[in-house]
Structure formats: C-alpha cells, structure tokens
C-alpha cells in the first residue's frame, strides 16, 4: 500500500481520491499511520456498513480465533445437527404466534 505523509500532501484531497486504485493510500503522520484513503467502487451500502463496524470486526476477529482453536464445523455436521433440531419431537414445526389478550396490542 502506498503512503503519504500528511505535511507532504499538497494537493486536495479530490486530486488523491480520482488516482486510488486497489491498494489505496495510507495518511501517515510522523510516519505513523492515521488514516487512509481506500476505493469503494463497487462496494454496496451494507458492505462498507460492515467493514467499519466495530462489533462485526470483534465479531470476525472471534470467529477467526476459534478457527485457529479448531473449534470448526464442517457443512455436513451442521445439516446432521439441524435435521436432528427439526426432527425433536417437543420442537413446534412452524411458528406459532401467541394469542392477544383483551387490551393488548
């Protein structure tokens, strides 16, 4: 990725946006990294939403861990322990709603 430090930047900032490509640059200040500069061309709405949450970044991070811990489940292990879960025999087949009483909304 390239960097620029922040005092070396001369140009406004619409000039350094028009020239990112895939790698992006990286705002360095006393060559320290404190922001940066990235494409979003063709990301949707949701995508970047994502990318800057930090409760999905936690989220990712743990789930990455556990894989690194072995702690997986292979797609056959699950569809083995959803159809046990659908085929209990106290589990309701389908959703049922609850019935309003007298001044509920």
Known sequence: MKTLELKDASKPLSDYAARLDAEGIVLTSKKKPV????????AD???????MSATFGKLIRRARAEVKRGRVVSLKQLKQEL???RAAPNRPSHRTRRKRRAGER
Not at 35 to 42: E, T, W
């Open 83 to 85: 159809a046990t879960y």
């Open 45 to 51: 709405k949701e995508t970047l939403a994502l990318s």
């Open 35 to 42: 922001a940066a500069l990235v494409s979003i061309k063709g």
